[in-house]
Structure formats: C-alpha cells, structure tokens
C-alpha cells in the first residue's frame, strides 16, 4: 500500500491536475481522517478541491510556509484567501472569481466541516471511483486521455458499489481484469467541474488493485489513446 500510495501521489503531481493524496494508513496510521460524508480513508490536507489545474483549500488558519511545502507549492506563489460570513459560509460565485486569478485559493474557517458542506451544497454531487492497479513487476496501470496522463476511472452506475464501478472502469478504459487489494479506498479525490453552465462535485474513491489477466488496450471511443505500465521514476 505504501508503494502504492507513493506512487500515485507522484504521478497525480506531475499530472495536470497537481494532485497530493496522504493516505491515512501510510502518513497517519493511528489516526484516521475524515471526507466528505464521513468516509474514514484519507485525508487531502484538511479538505481540497480541484477545478482544472487550480486547487481551492479548505483551512482554519492562514497557510504558513511549512503548510505551502507540504502541499507542494512554492513560496513565490501566489495563495488568493477567502473569509467565511457568519454562517461560516462563502460564495461559491466568489471562489471561482477567485480561481480565475490565481491557481491556489484557500478558505479561511474555524468551521471546516460546515464551511465545506455549504460549498459542496452549491453544486451537484457525481460519485466515481477510479483503480490503481500494479502488475507483478509492480508498475503501474496508466492511460493517456486528451493529452493528459490519467489513472482508470469513471462514474459509478446506479446500483453499483464504488470497488465493482472501479473494478469495471478498469476494464472498460484499459483492457485489464483485476483484484481489489484491501477492503478500503485508497484516496479521495474532489474535482469541480462547470458542466454546460451547471457546477458539479466529482468525489473520486481510488481502489488499490493487483493484475489478474489482460494487456493494455485504451478504450479509444472514449478518447483514450494510450493505456500502458509505468513505474514511479517513468
């Protein structure tokens, strides 16, 4: 799992959408943290959420350079910031106006938990669920959709569970049939989207997988041009 978790962590960095995953298990095994809907798997930073390339981050305190390191973000970088209203509340209109300006936005809240609900409240909430699968030589799974590398993932279907929905998006985008590995996700992840002028909340649960058979083979009606291995130093 570690491995594992090290590795997808490097890849989302250095992919477009700058993604840092602490899995509670690696970073914090005797302390488990919280996401959205209360699903004790991991933890962002405190809460995240990624609108392209941009990161809007959920705090109780202004960033300080130590936080800005650990989240992977130089010290001459520009960090917009955010205060709730009393509600503990703050427009999601706003925060977008402030991630056209800057590609980190951090919300500063004594109330994380009922900030964050009130943000989330103002979109639509999709549910996904992605694979992280190695094989025997322990590379990893990857694909390349739209000129961006990307792990296997996908919507979960009404009456799936978010493993069986990873487990088929797998398949369906790579070609490759594969094992869970663990009982719990390995990450969360939060994407904003503008979808035809409709805002929606891609929360994304990524299952830790093991080859069982097949080859890569992108789903390329899906717009997927390249499936294939990679390790962490590819």
């Known amino acids: 799992a570690e491995q594992a978790a090290r590795v997808v962590a490097n890849v989302m ?3 477009s959408f700058f993604i840092i995953l602490y899995v509670f298990s690696v970073v914090h095994p005797k302390k488990a943290y919280l996401c959205p ?24 305190e202004p960033l300080s350079a130590q936080a800005l390191a650990t989240l992977g973000i130089a010290s001459n970088e520009c960090v917009e910031h955010l205060a709730v209203d009393d509600n503990m509340s703050v427009s999601w209109a706003k925060v977008v106006k402030k991630v056209e300006k800057s590609k980190f936005v951090a919300i500063i809240t004594p109330d994380i938990e009922r900030t964050f609900g ?7 909430e999709v549910e996904a669920a992605g694979g992280v699968v190695a094989n025997e030589h322990g590379e990893l799974l990857m694909i390349l959709l ?4 990307d792990l296997p993932k996908g919507h979960v279907e009404r009456g799936e569970q978010s493993s069986e929905a990873a487990l088929r998006e797998v398949r369906e985008e790579t070609g490759i049939v594969a094992k869970l590995v663990g009982r719990r996700p390995l990450a969360v992840t939060l994407h904003a989207y503008d979808c035809y002028g409709r805002w929606e909340l891609k929360r994304t649960l990524w299952w830790q997988m093991q080859r069982v058979e097949g080859e890569p083979q992108p789903q390329r009606d899906e717009g997927i041009t390249w499936a294939g291995w990679c390790t962490r130093e590819a």
Not at 37 to 60: A, K
Not at 118 to 124: G, I, K
Not at 146 to 149: D, F, I, P
């Open 146 to 149: 739209r000129e961006h590398y």
């Open 13 to 15: 960095i250095n992919s």
């Open 37 to 60: 809907r209360n699903t004790p798997c991991c933890m962002l930073y405190e809460q995240t959420i990624y609108v392209g390339s941009s990161r809007i981050i959920f705090t109780s």
């Open 118 to 124: 009130s943000v989330a409240s103002q979109m639509v």
